[in-house]
């Protein structure tokens, strides 16, 4: 795939700044478990943060190619930093679509810049892959909505300003067409918020968000009543395809220091590089993260042209936090007790990576949905059929 002039300036620019920025503090970071906002603000000054958004907010309606591109690089110095922009490219995106005017005008610019962060308020205890199964109850009042339950696993929970929040404002038993969407500002009286001690990824500050009747007004509602998962969850497919150049960003960071350092150690007085027990494994594992970018790639200019994506978002979603998982193992090894050592980046790396097999959809439901899409319901009715 041969890059515009204006992708490669955009896609040096977020190097750039991997290298300068992100890279050599990735883990200082961990240790403060806190997103470090002026770093943010200045991602944001740079044109980092969600270029996909609407010019007239502060964007550069830029392709979702270009803006995977980015998230990439900037998950090249940093997967946890990238979450800033995917998380406003995908939030973002509601916001525009579905807020109303004022909403969207006070909102998008300061994500873009980086002064804001809005969260994705989906997940709750009793269900993760099953995200249509809402308890938390928006009931109408007047001219506000009052909200009443628990999102858990939320990225951001303790660090963000805002949640794009799904909440039940139709009866149980409908399901999917039940639900709505709201913009909640996290500062309003009866929310209450925790932090997760999470294996990896510690900047990012998952956790719970409690809503004890808290009010919001009518026009916080996102989309119409009762419609909003259906329309909100078309953008998953999207986020998909992000997570995944997330994780390929964090592998090549892991491969391109392990093939260095097969150039620099030597043993039985010849560099590793010349032992194919060595480089043979890098290169395998080069090839495989390499095809799962070109498949992310094709993903989004399929998004980009308005075409049907959704098997090819649900691959790499599965693929690319494996692939990721694999590679970034394999260069600990190669770096050998050295590589073992909590001083070299590899042992962080997987731990940051590996959390992503599980959030935002388990491989067996990524896999679920591609057989969905090529022969149809018939991919899951046999299973529902046999609990009756």
């Not at 290298?19 to 906002?37: A, F, G, I, T, V």
């Not at 009793?126 to 199964?133: K, L, V």
């Amino acid at each position: 795939m041969i890059l515009t002039d204006d992708q490669r300036a955009l896609r040096d620019t977020a190097r750039r700044f991997a290298e300068q920025k992100l890279l050599p503090d990735y883990q200082k970071r961990e240790k403060s478990e806190r997103l470090d906002r002026d770093l943010v603000r200045e991602m944001g000054e740079l044109g980092l943060i969600a270029p996909d958004l609407p010019e007239q907010y502060g964007g550069l309606g830029a392709s979702g190619l270009t803006t995977g591109i980015l998230i990439e690089q900037i998950g090249w110095g940093d997967i946890n930093v990238s979450y800033v922009p995917l998380m406003a490219s995908l939030t973002g995106k509601v916001i525009a679509g579905y807020a109303k005017p004022a909403l969207a005008e006070y909102w998008l610019p300061r994500m873009i810049l980086g002064e804001s962060i809005v969260a994705l308020g989906l997940t709750e205890p009793r269900g993760g892959s099953d995200a249509a199964n809402l308890l938390l109850k928006a009931r109408r009042d007047g001219d506000s909505w009052v909200l009443n339950g628990e999102k858990t696993s939320i990225s951001f929970a303790d660090q963000a300003d805002a949640i794009v929040l799904f909440a039940r404002t139709g009866a149980v038993e409908d399901g999917a067409r039940g639900i709505s969407a709201f913009l909640v500002p996290l500062t309003l009286p009866g929310v209450q918020r925790t932090h997760f001690n999470d294996s990896g990824s510690k900047i990012i500050g998952r956790g719970s968000v409690f809503f004890d009747d808290v009010r919001i007004p009518a026009d916080h509602l996102l989309g119409d009543e009762n419609k909003g998962f259906v329309q909100v969850m078309q953008g998953f497919d999207y986020s998909r395809v992000l997570i995944a150049l997330q994780c390929i960003g964090s592998a090549q960071a892991s491969l391109d220091e392990a093939w260095a350092y097969s150039t620099e150690r030597t043993a039985f007085g010849a560099p590793l590089a010349q032992y194919q027990g060595v480089s043979f494994p890098l290169a395998e594992y080069d090839t495989l993260i390499a095809a799962t970018r070109q498949l992310c790639y094709h993903a989004l200019e399929l998004r980009d042209a308005g075409e049907a994506h959704t098997a090819e978002a649900a691959m790499v979603k599965w693929l690319g936090p494996k692939t990721s998982v694999d590679a970034i193992h394999q260069c600990l090894l190669t770096f050998g007790h050295y590589g073992w050592s909590m001083d070299l980046p590899h042992q962080q790396r997987l731990r940051d990576v590996m959390g992503l097999e599980i959030g935002d959809g388990t491989a067996q439901v990524m896999k679920l949905i591609v057989a969905r899409e090529r022969v149809g319901r018939v991919a899951v009715q046999y299973a529902r059929d046999s609990k009756k």
